[in-house]
């Protein structure tokens, strides 16, 4: 439950490129969560553009098979949002024609905040910025390519506090000609740890002027987001982590900036037989997405703690849902809860998902020495667009 229960002054449509927004929200990319079931159960609450999993370039342009069911979007899904990352500028153009000349997305995000050492240490996600030559390319031969479909990209701060690149990276994007800018406020070497730092989303805000620039980081409710754009004068936000286990929250957001009642969807209640139901709801999402009851019901697993955080839900019931293979056996235990039990306030909020602590990143031999990108660093780029994972 949110502390923002009434809508404050309607705030002004979120326009990315020809999309216009209810409410100027985004849900961010997540691995492994935020395929086609989670947005569906996302948008079946409230507003705002719903993105993809990160989806590899070098695997749609080769067409894997993994990475094709992860770029289906379901017949629901409007306007289809779809994030690819990759390093190599010829590449990341291919994927993005793909998607355009098939009609598979109606908006296409560029990934360069991705901290995670697999990616950083091949100079992807936030590293790739620091090469501001290779940036400029793959932002500009991409935005080319996506024609009428607005193209936006993800970065973070930086590196480290000794390398930051939002001002530099947001300067070129927007001479790039994409539709939107977002800033996770954190640099790679933070990871998901300490306090965002929303001051270097308002010192973006300031540096880029033609575009919108949403603010990403430490959104746990409404009442975040709202004095995010307060602060900031940022244009919209984009939630991740806090809306893990709380898919309600863009119908919080939705009331919280003032849009329709039919975009806001039902207030929130909170008790336990609403957070049942809604996890009940993602389960079936997910089984009919793998169309396999069984990986459905494995998949839901990693979000009981999310959902039934604060709640009155012993160990044995917890460890009961994580581990059930049926729908059948879900909803057995759920009936075991006990349903009336009240929204718990403060237990259930606050930060959730991943944290860990600063941590030096991973990145290529000799990455820092300098901006330029340097023969050694192109061989090792090149190794980056073997990976056909699909995201």
Not at 1 to 15: W, Y
Not at 210 to 224: E, H, M, R, T
Request: glycine share 10%.
């Amino acid at each position: 439950m949110d502390a923002v229960t009434t809508a404050i002054a309607p705030a002004p449509v979120l326009r990315i490129g020809p999309i216009a927004l209810d409410a100027p929200v985004v849900l961010a990319p997540m691995a492994g969560i935020t395929n086609t079931a989670f947005r569906r159960l996302c948008r079946e609450y409230g507003a705002g553009l719903y993105v993809s999993e990160m989806i590899t370039s070098r695997a749609l342009v080769e067409r894997n098979a993994t990475t094709m069911r992860l770029i289906t979007h379901h017949e629901s899904e409007t306007p289809r949002s779809i994030q690819l990352y990759g390093v190599d500028p010829a590449t990341v153009e291919a994927a993005v024609r793909v998607l355009v000349e098939e009609d598979r997305a109606d908006h296409i995000d560029l990934n360069f905040g991705c901290p995670v050492p697999k990616v950083t240490r091949k100079g992807g996600g936030a590293a790739l910025p620091w090469k501001l030559e290779l940036f400029r390319e793959i932002v500009s031969r991409a935005a080319r390519a996506a024609g009428e479909i607005p193209l936006t990209i993800k970065m973070r701060k930086g590196i480290d506090s000794d390398h930051l690149t939002f001002l530099d990276a947001g300067r070129i994007a927007e001479d790039a000609g994409v539709a939107a800018i977002a800033l996770h406020a954190r640099t790679a070497s933070e990871f998901y740890s300490g306090q965002a730092d929303w001051s270097a989303i308002a010192a973006l805000k300031q540096a880029v002027t033609s575009v919108p620039v949403l603010g990403n980081g430490d959104i746990w409710s409404a009442a975040d987001a709202v004095r995010m754009m307060a602060e900031t004068g940022c244009d919209g936000v984009v939630v991740g982590r806090g809306c893990l286990g709380r898919p309600w929250l863009f119908g919080d957001l939705a009331r919280a900036f003032g849009a329709p009642e039919a975009a806001a969807g039902a207030p929130v209640d909170a008790t336990l037989a609403f957070v049942a139901r809604a996890f009940r709801r993602h389960a079936e999402l997910l089984v009919e997405f793998f169309e396999d009851e069984g990986r459905g019901c494995r998949d839901i697993r990693k979000h009981v703690a999310w959902y039934f955080k604060g709640y009155p839900v012993g160990g044995d019931t917890r460890a009961a849902l994580a581990t059930a293979s049926t729908l059948d056996e879900i909803d057995a235990l759920l009936a075991t809860l006990e349903l009336d039990a009240p929204y718990p306030g403060a237990a259930a909020e606050g930060q959730r998902g991943r944290s860990g602590t600063p941590k030096r990143p991973a990145l290529p031999e000799g990455w820092l020495d300098s901006r330029d990108l340097g023969i050694e660093a192109s061989v090792t780029l090149a190794d980056a667009e073997l990976d056909t994972s699909g995201g």
